[in-house]
C-alpha cells in the first residue's frame, strides 16, 4: 500500500492529485520552486520541500532532487504528474532504482511509447494505421529535406521525446523548413531536455480525438472512452468534449478496441491516451501515445464516474482493475475550457503578472480544477494555464449552455486571458452544430485590429484594480453599491470584448 506520495509536479495538477490522495488516506510530499513557493499545492500538501530556482531546468527538472527529497521524507511512491518528467524513461528508471513506486508506467514502455519513431514502429507492426512519417529521428536538415522530397508537402516537425505541442511546426514549403527544424529542435531540447526531432505527413484539417487508456500488471486494458480535442491554437488544445460529435457507435467502438491493441502491443501499465488524427473520410490514424495522466482527463471523469488518479494509484499498488469493459458505462456529455493567462486578440501570446482579482463559476455540474489563488503570480517560466473549468450536462446542448452560463462567470482581472475565447467557441455555429476541425480557430477567429477592444479592456481592469485596492485600503467603503460598481465595470468591459470578437 502507498502511504505516502511525492507528487513531482505543480499547479493544478499536482493539486488534483493531492486531493485524491487525502480521499484515500495517503500522505502528500510537495515540491516547489523558488517561483511556486506560496503556491496553492505548497498549502495543501502535508510537507512541501523547495527543489531550487524557477526555471524548470534547475528544478522541476532535476529528477536526481526531487527523488532525493522522496527518499529523505519517507515517501513510498512519486507520482510525475503530466509535463516535465512524466514521459522521461531515466527518471522513472531511477525512481525505482531507488527503491519507490513510480505511479505511471514502466520505463521501457515510456521509452517506445514515449519516443514518437519507436511508437509508430510497435503499432504499425500491431496492425494500427499510422500517418506517413520517418522510421526514426532526423538527425540533420538533409535529412528532412530528402522525407519532403519524397512525400511532398505539408509536413509536421514533432518533438521526438514529448508533447503538448512544444517543438512542433507545420511546413508548407521548401524555404520555410531550415528556420522550422532549428526552431523545433531549438524549443524541444528546452522543454524536454531532448531536441530529437522526426517528421511525418501533415493532415489538413483533421479532427483530432484521443481514447483514454487504463491497463494493470495483471494484462487488463479498457478504454474510458474518447475525447474529442480539435479545438487548438498554437498546436495546443484549448476546447475539449466527450464523446465526439464525429463518431457513430460503431466507428467508436473500432477506435476503442485499436486503442487497447496499441497499448497491448508495448505491454502498457497504468494510465495512458492513444491519440488518433482522423481525415474528412473518417479515416483514423495513430498519431502518438502520451504515456502518463492527460490535461483534459476530468471531461472523462464526469462521464465515467472513475477517479483516474485513483485508478493510477491502485494500479502501481499492484491491484487488479476492478471492472471489465463491458462493465464501464458513460453518461451525459462533458466539456472542459483551458483558462490560460494569454491574449485571444494577439495571437494568444502568453500573459504574465499577478492576479489581482480571481472569482471563480461554481453552480450545478460545474468543476473547476485550479492551481493558482487570487495574488498569485503568473511567471514566465511555466505554461501558461491558471485553470481548467470543465461542465457536465445529460445532453451536449446542456452542457454547451452550463458552459456557457460558468465562462460569463468566470472573473480573473490582472492579466489577459481566453475566457471570451473560449465563450467563442462555445457561442459559434459550426462549433454549435459539431462541424469543426483542428483549423477552427485559424478559420473563424480573426480579431483583426481590436486595438479599441483591448484598450478598453485595460481601463476597466485597472479602474476595478483601483477600486479594490482602495476597498482593502479601508479608503471605500464596502457597501453592495460600491461592489455592484465594480461588477458593472466588468461586465461593461466583458460584453465590449465578446462583440470585438463576434464582429471580427
Not at 176 to 187: C, I, N, Q, V
Amino acid at each position: 500500500m502507498i502511504k505516502k506520495l511525492l507528487i513531482a509536479n505543480r499547479g493544478e495538477i499536482a493539486l488534483r492529485i493531492i486531493r485524491t490522495c487525502k480521499e484515500l488516506g495517503i500522505r502528500t510530499v510537495a515540491v516547489y520552486s523558488d517561483a511556486d513557493r506560496g503556491a496553492p499545492h505548497v498549502m495543501h500538501a502535508d510537507e512541501a520541500y523547495p527543489i531550487g530556482p524557477p526555471p524548470s531546468r534547475e528544478s522541476y527538472l532535476v529528477g536526481e532532487r526531487i527523488i532525493g527529497i522522496g527518499t529523505k521524507a519517507g515517501a513510498d511512491a512519486i507520482h510525475p504528474g503530466y509535463g516535465f518528467l512524466s514521459e522521461n524513461a531515466g527518471f522513472a528508471k531511477a525512481v525505482v532504482e531507488a527503491g519507490l513506486i513510480f505511479v505511471g508506467p514502466g520505463p521501457e514502455a515510456i521509452r517506445s511509447m514515449g519516443d514518437k519513431t519507436e511508437a509508430r514502429r510497435l503499432v504499425h507492426k500491431a496492425g494500427v494505421p499510422t500517418v506517413p512519417g520517418s522510421d526514426g529521428p532526423v538527425a540533420s536538415e538533409a535529412e528532412a529535406r530528402e522525407f519532403c522530397e519524397i512525400h511532398g508537402f505539408p509536413v509536421l516537425l514533432k518533438a521526438a521525446a514529448g508533447g503538448g505541442g512544444k517543438g512542433m511546426r507545420i511546413v508548407r514549403m521548401m524555404k520555410d523548413l531550415p528556420p522550422s527544424f532549428s526552431g523545433a529542435r531549438s524549443e524541444a531540447g528546452s522543454a524536454f531536455g531532448d531536441d530529437r526531432i522526426y517528421i511525418e505527413k501533415y493532415l489538413d484539417n483533421p479532427r483530432h480525438i484521443e481514447f483514454q487508456i487504463l491497463a494493470d500488471q495483471h494484462r487488463n486494458i479498457v478504454h474510458l472512452g474518447e475525447r474529442e480535442c480539435s479545438i487548438q491554437r498554437r498546436h495546443q488544445k484549448m476546447v475539449e468534449e466527450s464523446p465526439s460529435t464525429f463518431l457513430d457507435d460503431e466507428l467508436r467502438a473500432r477506435m476503442g478496441a485499436t486503442a487497447v491493441m496499441a497499448a497491448g502491443a508495448c505491454g502498457y501499465v497504468n494510465a495512458g491516451t492513444i491519440e488518433f488524427l482522423m481525415d474528412k473520410e473518417r479515416n483514423f490514424h495513430f498519431l502518438e501515445m502520451n504515456t502518463r495522466l492527460q490535461v483534459e482527463h476530468p471531461i472523462t471523469e464526469l462521464r465515467s464516474g472513475i477517479d483516474i488518479v485513483a485508478s493510477q494509484i491502485s494500479i502501481a499498488e499492484g491491484n487488479p482493475l476492478p471492472f471489465t469493459q463491458e462493465q464501464i458505462s458513460f453518461r451525459g456529455h462533458a466539456i472542459e475550457c483551458r483558462i490560460c493567462a494569454e491574449d485571444p486578440l494577439n495571437g494568444f501570446l502568453p500573459s504574465t503578472g499577478t492576479i489581482s482579482h480571481l472569482r471563480p463559476s461554481l453552480g450545478p455540474g460545474v468543476r473547476e480544477d485550479r492551481g493558482i489563488d487570487e495574488g498569485g503570480e503568473i511567471p514566465v517560466y511555466y505554461d501558461s494555464m491558471i485553470s481548467k473549468l470543465i461542465v457536465w450536462g445529460e445532453s451536449r446542448p446542456e452542457a454547451i449552455r452550463r458552459m456557457k452560463r460558468a465562462l460569463r462567470e468566470y472573473e480573473i482581472l490582472g492579466v489577459r486571458t481566453n475566457i471570451s475565447a473560449c465563450l467563442f467557441v462555445m457561442e459559434h455555429p459550426m462549433f454549435v452544430e459539431g462541424k469543426y476541425d483542428t483549423h477552427f480557430l485559424q478559420q473563424f477567429h480573426h480579431p483583426g485590429d481590436a486595438r479599441s477592444g483591448v484598450e478598453q479592456e485595460h481601463i476597466a481592469a485597472a479602474a476595478v484594480c483601483a477600486l479594490l485596492e482602495s476597498i482593502s485600503a479601508g479608503e471605500v467603503t464596502r457597501s453592495a453599491a460600491g461592489v455592484e460598481e465594480a461588477r458593472s465595470i466588468r461586465r461593461a468591459s466583458w460584453k465590449s470584448q465578446r462583440t470585438d470578437l463576434m464582429r471580427s
